[in-house]
């Protein structure tokens, strides 16, 4: 009667009105009207207790429906929601979320509760690396903004292991952890004040037409090579895709340190033999040929385009690498990896079941800067470490977040032939930065939706996603040993499902290279154990880096 004489006063909130209502039908099991729109009198309502109420549907404890006019009043205390999935449950509330199925909750914060993500089945370990050149003093402020500095409490890195073929009977769980690190080590070191080495240069003109190598570029050109101006050479895409020097001299001691304990325990007078898959213009192959011979005797590099392999030489040459500690290999570097070799011994002239799709054409060896360029018959019998940086897919990548882009979904690597990509001319397409991936010409007027659905987008051509591929070279080498440079954006969650699938469990290293305070690049370390950098911290110990 409250409700309804609400009703006919012409109360200003309606809803109230039919709040009112739906607590007096429970209290006495009577109904209303229930439409909230009755702008009658009273007596219009009083009429209404004489005639038989209207059914209307609701829904009854026991899941039935029937009618709310003469129907058992519901259990007081029970949840109002009409929804049918909720009220099967008396006298409770439960909530939708997939992952709360009525267990109990923690006295921890939500983030903190123990459950399998504190014992997970593979850690990616985030460490912060800050390199530096001469354009320090450009430094950001926001450089010195903490950024999830603590890792999570109580959770326990497990070591590192390769168990390679295992069927997983359960979703892995994947988690990241961040290691701490110091505002004050992020600084510029004091030599970096005035600049050893001046890596800007706004004083020489840009030889090159600004639509192909911009300005910008240019006047950096010595951060790529430090010896860019005593002859460097480079093609359009390695303006772009080249790491620069002080990002890949850090990475090349990254794999020297990893090498000590495999020549060590080795002890036959020899160092690893590394494969840069993806060469290019030999940025990463001339860092890896600075290394000690003793530590890395071989760096084998590999690409499809010649005239890239030409360019990567020449490039050696300047620096002085041994020509007969650089080998390049003209050659899809899937193919190397998938069918010549297997735990790092070489496999190709051994009889297999599984016979490769395609087959790579027979390529004449030459000699250029006094280094060998040439096919398959110029392969070690020996692999012990990989190195690759695969096509990303063009500079379209970012449009998936800061964290969204997927090794599995957004990342192609062609493993068939192009048209031209093995005449003789070397004239054919290389795996770098932009090579499976072409800018549409409108594409300063797609939409942000337009531009995630074209990109990377082939409809010719056989590929493999950046999952398999780490798979691939996981098993080709006799370490286990994979670096993996990827997108700034990559998913953390993706990156640990990868390797977890081609056999690595229990933790791996994802390094951010910051540059003067400035995040560059990133490189997942896969084939060491990690787990001292998060469990050290956790229980107040040193975490310093012991497998770096």
Known sequence: MEGGASNAQGGPNR????????????????????????????NTNNNNRSQPQPQSRSQSMDGSMGMTGNSKPPTPGNNKSQSPQRNIHQGKKKSRSPNRDGRSTSPLR??????????????????????????????????????????????????????????????????TARVPYNLESIKPPPQFADGLFDVFDRVTPNPHDSSVVHDKYWCQRRRLFSRFDAGIQLDSEGWFSVTPEVIADHVAQRVANLAKPIVQARNDGYGIVIMDAFCGCGGNSVAFGKIDTSLVSRVVCVDTDRTKLMKAAHNASLYGIPTNKLVFIECNSTFILKYCY??????????????????????????HAGYRIGGLDLLPRRIDAVFMDPPWGGVDYEVFGKNGYDLKKNMKIRISPEEDEY??????????????????????????????????????????????????????????????????????????????????????????????????????????????????????????????
Not at 166 to 173: G, L
Not at 531 to 538: A, Q, V
């Open 342 to 367: 297997k735990n790092g011994q070489f496999i190709l002239d051994q009889p297999s079941t599984q016979l490769p799709k395609y087959m790579p054409k027979p390529v004449q060896m030459t000699r």
């Open 15 to 42: 809803r109230n009105g039919r709040n009112r209502r739906r607590r007096n039908n429970k209290n006495s099991g009577n109904a209303g009207n229930g439409n909230g729109n009755n702008t009658n009198n009273t």
């Open 110 to 175: 939500p983030h903190q509760r123990i459950h399998k993500s504190q014992n997970p089945d593979m850690t990616v370990v985030i460490n912060r690396s800050d390199l530096w050149d001469s354009a320090a003093h450009f430094q950001p402020d926001e450089t010195y903004v903490q950024h999830h500095q603590h890792p999570q409490p109580n959770l326990l890195v497990k070591p590192f292991q390769f168990i390679p073929h295992v069927p997983n009977h359960h979703a892995p769980s994947i988690v």
């Open 423 to 548: 005449e003789a001319d070397g004239d054919g397409f290389g795996d770098d930065f932009f090579d499976t991936f072409s800018t549409p010409t409108n594409h300063q007027k797609m939409s942000q939706k337009a531009r995630k659905a074209n990109f990377n987008k082939h409809t010719e051509g056989d590929f493999i996603d950046g999952m398999e591929m780490l798979k691939v070279a996981a098993e080709a080498t006799a370490s286990r040993i994979v670096l993996f440079d990827m997108p700034r954006n990559t998913n953390k969650v993706s990156l640990g499902l990868s390797a977890y699938e081609a056999g690595y469990k229990g933790n791996i290293k994802l390094e951010e290279h910051y540059l003067n305070g400035r995040l560059k690049t990133v490189t997942a370390y896969m084939g060491a154990d990690y787990s001292g950098l998060i469990n050290n911290h956790n229980q107040g110990k040193d975490a310093a880096e012991v497998h770096s």
